[in-house]
């Protein structure tokens, strides 16, 4: 799926609003035209729980 949205924030003018992001070993991924389904920390770990603000305030 991170690979698929950062292809689509690739288009021309990122029509979808799309946005990722890689803050230890969770990657953030944000669509804002795209719906909820895409609003998604992966991979997001034990150890990772310190940068927890700082990945679901990417978006903004």
Do not use: Y
């Not at 719906?35 to 920390?41: A, I, K, M, S």
């Amino acid at each position: 799926m991170a690979s698929w949205l950062s292809a689509i924030g690739g288009l021309p003018e990122n029509p979808f609003e799309v946005k990722t992001c890689r803050l230890g070993g969770t990657t953030g991924l944000f669509g804002q035209r795209l719906g909820p389904l895409f609003n998604r920390l992966l991979d997001f770990s034990d150890e990772d729980v310190t940068i927890l603000e700082e990945a679901v305030r990417f978006r903004s």
